[in-house]
């Protein structure tokens, strides 16, 4: 599966968008363990695929995604579109500067509903900010199959200050 960052018509530097990808995709270990590639960093909405393997499997008779990889990358989808979002409210500071806002960044609420099973090769996930406070972000997040279905969908709180 291709995943290669687009970037958004809002200005991002490749710099930014590239620091956010090394901190999601290698530094937070754990998303590295779940496979997620980010595929857009946008202002206000985030995309990300994840491919099935069988140590994702949550339901071995189905060969079903685990629930808890499709809540962990939702999570991961809410706390990226939040940083992107308080990324883009600061441009007027460097890269690393707005880099080092993430450092207090922390979930405080997290909802999933499980629409339909986690059946498939790979998986597009999506979150956009719905509001962004400046002490709490709130954001809507999509789990989609491979055929644009959807699959599970999440909303979250992340506290940013």
Do not use: W
């Amino acid at each position: 599966m291709r995943h290669t960052v687009q970037f958004p018509a809002a200005g991002f530097e490749p710099e930014f968008v590239e620091g956010l990808r090394d901190l999601f995709e290698r530094q937070v270990v754990f998303n590295s363990v779940l496979g997620l590639k980010i595929v857009n960093i946008g202002p206000e909405r985030v995309s990300a695929t994840l491919a099935m393997r069988p140590d994702l499997v949550g339901h071995f008779g189905q060969h079903r995604i685990h629930g808890g990889v499709i809540s962990a990358g939702l999570d991961t989808m809410g706390g990226l579109a939040a940083m992107a979002a308080i990324g883009a409210r600061h441009m007027d500071e460097s890269p690393q500067q707005r880099l080092h806002r993430f450092a207090k960044l922390g979930t405080i609420d997290l909802r999933v509903d499980y629409l339909r099973p986690g059946i498939g090769e790979s998986f597009e996930l999506r979150a956009e900010v719905m509001r962004l406070g400046s002490r709490v972000a709130s954001t809507r997040m999509e789990f989609l199959g491979a055929d644009g279905k959807l699959l599970s969908t999440g909303s979250a709180a992340y506290i940013v200050s």
